[in-house]
């Protein structure tokens, strides 16, 4: 009964390091995304995906790239990291085929990033 | 653009106690309204959902009526548990928009 699984769960990094942040479902879902969350704005958009092999950006894309692996995994990667993207990471999938649809969002428990 | 406009926290309630949290919108088009809670250390949970005007979102004792001539959404309930302590999120979706649009959120504390 996992659901939507990320890893990690903390990191911090130095500014200019890279690193990829992990997710994968279960739930044979077709959209997924990854979210910020920042203190007092709410979530944020960084990408989404609405099938295996398609990404789109969100509202909030500069920084970040993402990879759909395939129908379960979808990652998140910071090239040169930088301090405005300490925040926390959520990723989150739904069953709908295409993401103009989305309505129920099932998340993961979230990456906490920081960048020093 | 769309926006959601939730009552700033954090909120501090004795058990038993009602709850009102207040969400507003603007959007394009006509929305699907949301409200989303977060238990600590974990992901957001879809809580409730109203779709059209007038409907009534409720789950777990929670509800939420979607009033359009006042563009509000606001979570209620009439006696809260400790358990209930978490952040809730509203939020809204619009095809125009193409993605969920999450308000701040709002930290409910309930003490007992």
């Known amino acids: 009964n996992a659901g939507v699984t990320q890893t990690p769960k903390f990191q911090v990094l130095k500014t200019g390091q890279s690193m990829t942040l992990q997710c994968a479902q279960d739930m044979n879902h077709n959209s997924m995304y990854w979210y910020r969350q920042d203190p007092g704005m709410g979530l944020r958009l960084i990408y989404y995906?609405?099938?295996?092999?398609?990404?789109d950006k969100g509202e909030v894309p500069n920084g970040y790239n993402v990879s759909r692996l395939n129908k379960r995994e979808f990652s998140l990667r910071l090239e040169s990291a930088a301090p405005s993207q300490t925040s926390v990471y959520f990723c989150a999938s739904s069953e709908s085929a295409s993401a103009r649809a989305t309505e129920k969002l099932f998340f993961g428990s979230g990456t906490q990033l920081s960048v020093l | 653009g769309d926006s959601v406009t939730q009552m700033e926290g954090p909120v501090t309630l004795s058990e038993e106690a009602f709850l009102t949290i207040n969400c507003t919108y603007t959007a394009t088009g006509y929305p699907s309204l949301f409200w989303y809670v977060q238990y600590p250390g974990e992901g957001l949970q879809l809580l409730l959902k109203?779709?059209?005007?007038?409907d009534k979102g409720s789950n777990k004792g929670f509800e939420a009526t979607y009033r359009k001539e006042t563009t509000s959404f606001h979570l209620e309930k009439g006696s809260v548990q400790v358990s209930d302590s978490a952040v809730y999120f509203c939020a809204l979706f619009t095809g125009s928009a193409r993605q969920l649009t999450f308000g701040s959120g709002t930290q409910l504390t309930v003490l007992p």
């Open positions: 109203a779709t059209k005007a007038d």
């Open positions: 995906s609405a099938s295996e092999g398609t990404t």
